[in-house]
């Protein structure tokens, strides 16, 4: 059975029946804007101070007005961006939401995600996706049509050549023979599929280390864990793979305000929402990270007022 006792930042965040607090990166309230990625730095370092167990980021090459939705991302690199802010924080978990693996070759994902934990031992996290973004497929040259195909070939690939000593792999993303990618991880690092990746849900029950899926109600969320922890168990019995989500969260300056519906999450005072949070946790909900892109208050403010009023009602796992 795979074990993460070694892999701090999974166990500060995951714990059956528990559901901790992260943020999404950038840390900024930008809306339909190209964020500034102003104060992120002293942002990351207070969202630590404050408890918040992890930061995300995202895998987007271009700007594509076409997309429907902020499609910068947080405009730098993923990885190189990811590696520069855990380089000013301590034991934030930092995780991928998520490496588009037809876009990127799974042995430059290994090598990279191995580096990163080499570093920064036990707080990186890899969630990992087939891409919906047919703007980076096109400038590629990569066939959007075919990414689920790709995504389970470079799955496989990633795997085997971060945890096997010297594998044999032969596939149309490469081949590897007598050869052996160093440096390995320290430890395994949690790999969680995102969304569907474009496969059948009985695949990524078997598959990965947890799952990763869009905002969604908390009774449609509840239903669809569910149906993928039934599945776990029919694939790996007794063992716990958690799930996590983001939010997008407009933080109203009325601690009482009701929840009111916006894209992706809610507008809701903070009495409310440790209330919804309740209701997610019992959903199955194990890790939800809030995107302040939406928000009209500044997201300093708005971190401030979380991890004062909500963070300690879900706190880091401390064994």
């Known amino acids: ?40 730095v002293d942002l990351a370092q207070l969202s630590e101070e404050l408890g918040f167990t992890s930061l995300w980021f995202r895998d987007v090459l271009l700007e594509d007005p076409n997309f429907g939705d902020p499609a910068v991302g947080q405009i730098y690199d993923m990885m190189i961006y990811l590696t520069y ?15 588009v693996l037809p876009l990127r070759h799974p042995l430059r994902v ?53 945890y096997e000593d010297f594998p044999r792999i032969d596939s149309n993303r490469g081949s590897i023979n007598g050869a052996n990618l160093v440096p390995k991880p320290n430890t395994r690092i949690p790999t969680f599929i995102t969304g569907y990746a474009q496969q059948e849900m009985n695949w990524f029950a078997e598959h990965g280390d947890g799952w990763m899926y869009y905002p969604r109600s908390p009774r449609d969320q509840e239903v669809a864990i569910g149906k993928w922890r039934s599945l776990v168990e029919e694939y790996h019995p007794g063992v716990f793979k958690p799930f996590s989500q983001p939010m997008h969260l407009d933080l109203a300056e009325d601690p009482n305000e009701r929840p009111t519906p916006i894209r992706l999450g809610f507008r809701i005072g903070r009495n409310y929402l440790k209330e919804l949070l309740n209701i997610y946790r019992n959903a199955g909900v194990n890790h939800l990270f809030f995107a302040l892109f939406d ?23 401390e064994e």
């Open 1 to 40: 059975m795979i074990s993460f006792d070694h892999h701090k930042a999974y166990n500060r965040m995951y714990k059956e029946g528990k559901l901790t607090l992260g943020l999404h990166i950038p840390l900024e309230n930008y809306h339909f804007d190209t964020p500034t990625m102003e104060k992120q």
């Open 85 to 99: 802010l855990a380089s000013q924080t301590k034991e934030i978990a930092l995780g991928t939401a998520a490496a």
């Open 110 to 162: 290994a090598k990279e995600i191995a580096t990163i934990d080499q570093l920064f031992p036990g707080r990186v996290l890899l969630g990992v996706s087939s891409g919906d973004r047919r703007a980076d497929f096109a400038a590629l040259g990569a066939s959007h049509p075919e990414r689920g195909k790709e995504f389970v070939e470079a799955y496989h690939f990633l795997q085997e050549v971060l």
């Open 295 to 317: 928000s009209n208050r500044p997201a300093e403010e708005v971190i401030q007022e979380l991890g004062e009023e909500v963070v300690p009602h879900f706190p880091a796992i």
